[in-house]
């Protein structure tokens, strides 16, 4: 899947809303809206009204901090790269640390302006809540709506067990029970796929994303992670932004597997939601939800309002989330290449919608 489109769409169809066009200025006099389609190393692949498009990045501009799904102002030639806008969404991890590297508390950027992201797992042993939670996390830490896709239904003795499991994970978290071969997975998840919509797929090996990739795009990709390997360079990756015939548009993201959570507090927040609104009804404000006096997390635990082990799950996640934190340049506020520093909008976004929640 490395080929970009060669067909023309209007800004709408590419995506184009209002949060975009509201950032353009009379600074961008002449400059034109294009959506970034694939990465490489020295230029960006786009996509205009006027077809696809490869613009270089001036200096200053390193190719790293640019993620597919991106809108960019580009010149009127539509040669040059002019700034990037602010983003709706980033879906990014952590770089893992290494001895000695320096790329400690760097983000490889996974996709930006995705609007939701596909969480894929299956009705067998796959199925795993701590690791739904994690994706959720993710999910919500880069403020894209979470969907979960239970896959491989037709094999299941009990499949609607799994969508009960998986339905208490988030009140209005949208459940999708799926066999990914039948002629009708278009069609189901056609609502998130219109037109002008970003998604994209995440999941273990095996849990059917080339499967659900193949059914939105039409297409029959057999391959796994296909590689572009046409340039004989490591630094082009071959992920990209590929059209669906719903109007929609799918982000394919090899990157997202197995994940640890960095700098994640927001997302954690949101995951676990009924957690982090009680929370503040603990007596003390940096109550560990323990055994401390006046707990509303523990008396909640008690009444069985809250799944102890869903309490425990949220523990070691956080803990998680600290240590890594703690341990990223980030944090240490060295500010190694991409950090997460830049992305308060989304945060802001999810703080609200949490807030929102806790109205209800
Ligand atoms: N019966 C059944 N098989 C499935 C389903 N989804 C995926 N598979 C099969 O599971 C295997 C792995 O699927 P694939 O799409 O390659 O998974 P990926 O590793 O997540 O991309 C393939 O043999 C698929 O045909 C499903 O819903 N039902
Ligand atoms: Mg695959
Ligand atoms: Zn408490």
């Known amino acids: 899947m490395t080929a970009i489109s060669p067909d023309t769409y209007t800004l709408e169809a590419l995506g ?8 353009v200025t009379d600074e961008d006099e002449g400059d034109r809206p294009a959506r970034v389609a694939q990465v490489h190393r020295d230029r960006l692949a786009v996509l205009t009204p006027d077809g696809p498009r490869e613009v270089a990045l001036p200096n200053g501009h390193p190719s790293g901090s640019f993620a597919v799904g991106d809108w960019v102002m580009v010149s009127a030639s539509q040669s040059v790269m002019r700034r990037r806008l602010e983003r709706r969404s980033l879906l ?5 640390s290494r001895a000695g590297s320096r ?12 609007d939701t992201l596909f969480i894929t797992t299956s009705c067998n042993a796959d ?6 939670e994690r994706y959720l996390t993710l999910a919500h830490d880069a403020g894209v709506e979470p969907v979960i896709l239970l896959t491989k239904a037709d094999m299941a003795e009990d499949p609607e067990s799994y969508a009960i499991e998986a339905q208490k994970l988030g009140r209005d978290l949208a459940v999708l029970v799926l066999d990914a071969h039948a002629p009708d997975v278009a069609e189901k998840l056609a609502q998130w796929c219109g037109a002008g919509k970003t998604v994209a797929l995440s999941g273990s090996s095996g849990v059917g994303k080339t499967t659900l990739t193949n059914a939105l795009t039409g297409k029959d990709e057999a391959t796994q992670g296909v590689r572009d390997d046409t340039r004989g360079r490591h630094t082009t990756t071959a992920r990209s932004l590929h059209p669906l015939p719903s109007g929609g548009w799918l982000i394919d993201t090899p990157g997202i597997r ?4 960095s700098d ?3 997302g954690i927040d949101v995951t676990f939601a009924e957690i982090t609104e009680l929370a503040a009804q603990c007596k003390f404000r940096d109550c560990a939800h323990v055994a401390e006096p006046g707990c509303a997390v523990q008396a909640a635990v008690a009444s069985g309002e809250i799944d102890a082990d869903r309490l425990d799950r949220w523990r070691k996640l956080s803990a998680e989330d600290a240590v890594n934190t703690a341990s990223s340049g980030a944090a240490m506020g060295k500010g190694y290449g991409i950090t997460k520093r830049g992305k308060g909008k989304a945060v802001a976004k999810q703080i609200k919608a949490a807030q929102k929640h806790k109205k209800r």
Not at 258 to 261: A, D, E, I, P
């Open 16 to 23: 184009w809303a209002e949060d975009f066009a509201h950032q």
């Open 103 to 114: 790329n400690i508390g760097e983000y490889r950027l996974i996709g930006a302006n995705i």
């Open 92 to 96: 990014q991890r952590r770089v893992h």
């Open 127 to 132: 199925f795993n809540v701590a690791r739904l």
């Open 258 to 261: 197995g994940l640890g959570v």
């Open 264 to 266: 994640a507090a927001t």
